[in-house]
């Protein structure tokens, strides 16, 4: 996800558009041929060190499908994601990258179909129920609108690479609730908590539905969201679209061993259908 848009006079200015530059790292042969999809959560923003030629999609060394190509051998490596990115844009901008040669997919996307930069403004900004308001029409978008969005999506990611595992990773809850913490009160934080398992839940049904797995990243995070006291997440940065975004850290211990594990239960679950 990316934060867009201002965060007004508390923030400054927020953030550019998504592009559809891809990148690819070669990589020594195993039989694995990997693409990486999604959104600002699978790009890296926020954890650093960006690929000068990725423009404003903001793709990381340090996010994890990088982490994950570097320590597993792999036929070829395609890294697509792009901060920003919808179930609209990955399809129209990313899925170029899948072809029936492609053997594993990940892919985190949903965030920003939900309005989730919009979301944080106003919950940041406004009053408890402005925010539990606009979270409530977000999870009423979520369970209306974007489970046809994600089944469109998966369908047309299936028929791009028919011979891969597809994980579907999720997104973190940001907040750990304490008696104190600076910044937003507790009841926004846990009406954002809420809305991250909503969020959850629709993306798990979907990637089911298609067939995919599911890799759910809340409870790598448990313990290290915002407030915490070790924090896997950015809070409010400059730049601003770095914000509520996972950390280099945030990518290496959490949303790597999620997708380590489901990338690995995937491909044997692939390996025991051919035998």
Not at 140 to 145: A, D, G, H, I, L
Not at 206 to 232: K, N, P
Request: hydrophobic letters at 35%.
């Amino acid at each position: 996800m990316r934060l867009s848009r201002p965060l007004l006079s508390a923030f400054g200015a927020v953030a550019l558009t998504a592009g559809s530059l891809m990148w690819s790292a070669p990589a020594s042969a195993a039989g694995i041929n990997y693409v990486a999809l999604g959104d600002s959560y699978s790009s890296g923003t926020g954890a650093g060190s960006y690929d000068p030629a990725s423009g404003s999609c903001k793709r990381s060394a340090n996010a994890y499908p990088n982490l994950w190509a570097a320590q597993n051998a792999t036929d070829s490596y395609k890294f697509a994601a792009c901060s920003g990115a919808t179930t609209a844009t990955v399809s129209s901008g990313q899925l170029g990258s899948l072809s029936s040669s492609t053997t594993l997919v990940s892919i985190t996307v949903g965030g920003n179909d939900a309005g989730f930069s919009d979301v944080m403004q106003t919950c940041v900004l406004g009053s408890n129920s402005t925010c539990q308001n606009r979270v409530a029409q977000a999870e009423n978008y979520m369970r209306n609108t974007l489970p046809g969005r994600l089944d469109s999506l998966y369908g047309q990611i299936r028929s791009k690479a028919p011979n891969a595992r597809v994980v579907v990773l999720g997104y973190p809850r940001l907040y750990t609730i304490v008696d104190w913490c600076a910044g937003i009160g507790n009841t926004k934080r846990i009406a954002l908590n809420g809305a991250a398992d909503t969020l959850a839940g629709v993306t798990r049904q979907a990637a089911e539905r298609a067939g995919f797995t599911w890799s759910d990243v809340r409870d790598e995070f448990a313990g290290h969201e915002l407030c915490s006291g070790d924090d896997w997440l950015n809070a409010v940065t400059i730049p601003i679209e770095s914000s509520y975004h996972p950390t280099a850290r945030g990518h290496r211990l959490g949303y790597l061993p999620a997708f380590t594990a489901s990338a690995k239960t995937a491909l044997k679950s692939s390996a025991k259908s051919k035998a």
